[in-house]
């Protein structure tokens, strides 16, 4: 079997583990539980096999627990060339499979942000970064010159970690097109929608019925022969199990008994349950499980718990995973939570006791391994999450406090150094929760040592007012974006040193001492810089160039021109495509906007100017997709596009040659 995350999937064991219709994953052994949804099968099936006819967007949507990844999971483990043959056990049990695809991207996107999505999705069609970080628009620049349109699948979107983001991109992605006009890939989606989720509502509200399959419209009889079906497969046909499946399949499709649930994932669940504690094998014990029959997720995880310990970890135990983030939780610090945030006042539990618990729990989690081997754990499925953190109440404050309180320390500040990769990487995902977001930025050494990917997905997605905003965040914003081109990448030595001068030049000195005596191996003291940067114009976002007032999303380029009669201004090109001219003695005051081209936003990266072939003045932009526009300066009207250059356009030179203005492009390597 090929390593899942190997090929690039991310999280690619949800889509076998789902398909397989067994709580917990039951591996490739053994044989797939899949059964039902057989008119929504068919049709995707059907949909998937006839790339050149239909829509180019489906969207399966649903109730927690409805069976959407079970779907998507049974489409992705028969479609895909690298799964198809190792997961046959589980797909072939389906009524409708469809054939192999040609390429294909399938991708979990449960708490990951819009740079994995990218990055994986890339990745499994082979694209071409040609060394620079992936974009939506590279992505779809990328996707329009492929020979074959591909399937891109994505499940969870409503768990992904900025939702808003996600959508804009699967949007762009969606309405690519290729030269002769045909969609330049198919995609796939699994989501909850409904209030909770207002943008992803609204986009699937504004689809056709012909590209939505809602599996709560499922009619009740046939759901309910389904689940039937399915629990028989899950716990046998002996009479008494037969006539326990009936009774439960009516109980648990009646929407009045379970508003809000799906009545796949109840049915798993108490399937799960009865293999564990017995199949009823007498009239008493089948009469007795009829009226314990659950209809919702934490009707049965009540009836589960109820035939535990009362006194042991369990329940704290699941309580804590449910405050996992990504991947998973490491055993130490389920540990921690478990004794420190959610036992009861009387109750003392060792590390003993939470491992046996987690022995216990096993078919509620899934688990995956920490790049330093450490196991993670997790709650199989988004639904047991949404109950156990409400059955809780709100803990995200106590849990950000005891996962922090452990931590190394020297000369009362964390150690980040030496902190595990968990906190690392979800320190900042726990503070959001708990709303201790300043607590986290005012500590100088989190800067050095937070992953730039997950300081970025905060720093990026909360533009608080500049007149409300926490004076932590709104330094660690401005003094994170002067050189964040090389601040990313960097390790975290390097990465100290180029703050320390960037707080300087933003005039930080507290940050910037904080970040000299935090040094354990301090090789520069900044005593001066060569030149300041206006605190008030250095506003950090996305890429991390510098916002402009009133100009709301993120400048890649801010140069400096000299137009007619010598007029100087300053020219700031936007991860939207726009172009903003501005006076230089007026940074306030926008001169003019220039025409913004039609289609997916296609950042600016590089502006000059040019002498037109009438006398006007005009402002050449290259772009992240690598075309090159000509606009006119006075009127603000796109006078010209040319593409061919293949990768980015980083820096553009207008030449004076005989007869014409021409370009010269060099891309950066």
Request: charged fraction near 25%.
């Amino acid at each position: 079997m090929p390593c899942l995350d190997g090929l690039g999937i991310l999280d690619g064991e949800h889509f076998t583990s789902r398909a397989s219709g067994r709580a917990g994953g039951a591996g490739l052994a053994a044989p797939g539980a899949f059964t039902g949804r057989q008119r929504e099968l068919a049709m995707l099936t059907s949909w998937l096999d006839a790339p050149s006819s239909g829509p180019a967007v489906q969207v399966v949507t649903g109730s927690p627990g409805a069976g959407k990844p079970a779907l998507l999971g049974i489409l992705v483990c028969a479609s895909h060339r690298l799964l198809r043959d190792h997961t046959r056990s589980i797909w072939e049990r389906a009524a409708y499979a469809p054939s192999p695809q040609i390429s294909m991207a399938a991708v979990h996107v449960r708490a990951r942000g819009l740079a994995d999505i990218l990055a994986s999705i890339a990745s499994q069609l082979r694209l071409d970064s040609r060394g620079v970080a992936w974009s939506t628009a590279t992505i779809v620049t990328e996707l329009e010159e492929l020979s074959a349109p591909p399937l891109i699948v994505i499940d969870g979107l409503d768990e992904s970690r900025n939702v808003a983001d996600v959508l804009t991109a699967l949007w762009s992605v969606a309405a690519a097109r290729r030269k002769d006009g045909a969609p330049a890939c198919r995609l796939l989606v699994g989501t909850r929608s409904g209030r909770k989720w207002p943008d992803i509502t609204s986009w699937i509200g504004g689809l056709s019925s012909k590209n939505v399959t809602d599996l709560d419209l499922v009619d009740p009889r046939t759901q309910a022969a389904e689940i039937r079906e399915y629990l028989t497969t899950l716990i046998g046909t002996s009479p008494y199990a037969m006539r326990l499946a009936v009774a439960a399949a009516g109980i648990m499709v009646d929407y009045e008994r379970r508003p809000g649930w799906g009545p796949f994932l109840v049915a798993s669940l108490f399937g799960q349950m009865l293999l564990r504690e017995g199949v009823p094998n007498s009239e008493r014990d089948l009469t007795r499980l009829i009226v314990e029959v659950p209809a919702t997720l934490p009707q049965v995880l009540d009836l589960d718990l109820s035939t535990r310990d009362e006194s042991g970890p369990d329940l704290a135990v699941l309580r804590s995973i449910a405050w996992a983030q990504g991947d998973g939780m490491p055993l130490r610090v389920i540990q921690l939570l478990t004794r420190n945030a959610f036992a009861e006042v009387t109750q003392a539990f060792d590390s003993a006791d939470v491992i046996d618990a987690l022995d216990r729990v096993r078919f509620y989690l899934r688990t995956s391994v920490d790049v330093d081997g450490q196991v993670l754990y997790r709650l199989f499925h988004q639904g047991l999450v949404d109950h156990l953190r409400d059955r809780a109440g709100g803990r995200g404050e106590r849990v950000f406090e005891v996962i922090l309180a452990d931590r190394p320390r020297f000369n009362g500040r964390l150690r980040w150094a030496s902190a595990e990769p968990y906190l690392r990487r979800h320190a900042i995902d726990h503070a959001v929760e708990a709303g201790r977001v300043a607590d986290l930025f005012e500590d100088a050494e989190y800067l050095v040592y937070g992953p730039p990917s997950a300081v970025l997905s905060y720093l990026t997605g909360n533009r608080g007012d500049s007149t409300t905003e926490d004076d932590a965040l709104r330094r660690a914003r401005d003094v994170y974006g002067v050189s964040l081109a090389i601040t990313a990448r960097a390790e975290p030595r390097e990465r100290r040193q180029i703050l320390q001068i960037d707080s300087a030049r933003l005039g930080a000195l507290a940050l910037q001492r904080e970040l000299t005596d935090g040094a354990a191996d301090q090789v520069i003291r900044v005593g001066w810089v060569t030149r300041e940067v206006a605190a008030a114009h250095v506003r950090q976002l996305g890429d991390g160039h510098m916002l402009l007032p009133d100009f709301d999303d993120e400048v890649l380029v801010r140069t400096p021109l000299t137009l007619h009669q010598g007029e100087r201004v300053v020219v700031s090109g936007s991860s939207k495509g726009r172009l903003v001219v501005r006076s230089i003695s007026n940074l306030d005051a926008p001169l003019r906007h220039l025409a913004v081209p039609t289609g997916p936003p296609d950042p600016v990266l590089t502006a000059a100017t040019l002498r037109l072939p009438d006398g006007r003045v005009g402002i050449l932009g290259g772009s992240e997709s690598g075309r090159v526009r000509i606009w006119d300066v006075d009127s603000g009207d796109l006078l010209d596009t040319r593409s061919g250059h293949r990768g980015p356009v980083y820096a553009s030179v207008p030449l004076d040659l005989p007869g014409a203005a021409e370009t010269l492009r060099r891309r950066y390597e």
